[in-house]
T-cell receptor
Framework: GAGVSQSPSNKVTEKGKDVELRCDPISGHTALYWYRQSLGQGLEFLIYFQGNSAPDKSGLPSDRFSAERTGGSVSTLTIQRTQQEDSAVYLC??????????????FGAGSRLTVL | AQKVTQAQTEISVVEKEDVTLDCVYETRDTTYYLFWYKQPPSGELVFLIRRNSFDEQNEISGRYSWNFQKSTSSFNFTITASQVVDSAVYFCALSGSNTGNQFYFGTGTSLTVIP
């Protein structure tokens, strides 16, 4: 697509429920990142995918968080047993991964998660 | 350690004033990239500029200019003749050759331009 698409744009859930957030990167972009942005805060790295390589999961805050990327394209971030502290905007970004603009990130509009 | 510091949390200026947003970085990499992103109230981060560590030339793009100084590990961003549309949160970021393609973002500077 023309840009990075994220869904849902807004999600309200009850504590303890599982949620799935979806990211559709720019076509052809091999690198995909998930970040978390809490209210008024900077960007917290969660996970990074590059092509068929094993993902860099070093930023995932707990084992309740997981992500996958199918077919080198769409990615899903899953949060199990949500807690109130999971409330944040979850940002997805992709980059070409190679070439002149290899590491220029294009961000999606984010998925705002509210855990009641 | 890889780190980006944006000491200015919030800045307010009156329209048409010039404003400089500071960015100081730390890295052990000899090859690295520095970035600025803009996050307007609508929320979507937009790429502004990328600089690699071998290119210390300053850059100007319209009312925007960037001053990269390796001697002080700084990559400051100046907006000349600010406009209301410049109101946003601005993030500085670092990516190094040895950091596994991770990006290190500063905590952002919230700029408000008052008409």
């Amino acid at each position: 697509g023309a840009g990075v698409s994220q869904s849902p744009s807004n999600k309200v859930t009850e504590k303890g429920k599982d949620v799935e957030l979806r990211c559709d990167p720019i076509s052809g972009h091999t690198a995909l990142y998930w970040y978390r942005q809490s209210l008024g805060q900077g960007l917290e790295f969660l996970i990074y995918f590059q092509g068929n390589s094993a993902p860099d999961k070093s930023g995932l805050p707990s084992d309740r968080f997981s992500a996958e990327r199918t077919g080198g394209s769409v990615s899903t971030l899953t949060i199990q047993r949500t807690q109130q502290e999971d409330s944040a905007v979850y940002l997805c970004a992709s980059s070409p991964g190679q070439g002149a603009g290899a590491n220029v990130l294009t961000f999606g509009a984010g998925s705002r998660l509210t855990v009641l | 350690a890889q780190k980006v510091t944006q000491a200015q949390t919030e800045i307010s200026v009156v329209e048409k004033e010039d404003v400089t947003l500071d960015c100081v970085y730390e890295t052990r990499d000899t090859t690295y990239y520095l970035f600025w992103y803009k996050q307007p109230p609508s929320g979507e981060l937009v790429f502004l500029i990328r600089r690699n560590s071998f290119d210390e030339q300053n850059e100007i793009s319209g009312r925007y200019s960037w001053n990269f100084q390796k001697s002080t590990s700084s990559f400051n961003f100046t907006i000349t003749a600010s406009q209301v549309v410049d109101s946003a949160v601005y993030f500085c970021a670092l990516s190094g050759s040895n950091t596994g393609n991770q990006f290190y973002f500063g905590t952002g500077t919230s700029l408000t331009v008052i008409p």
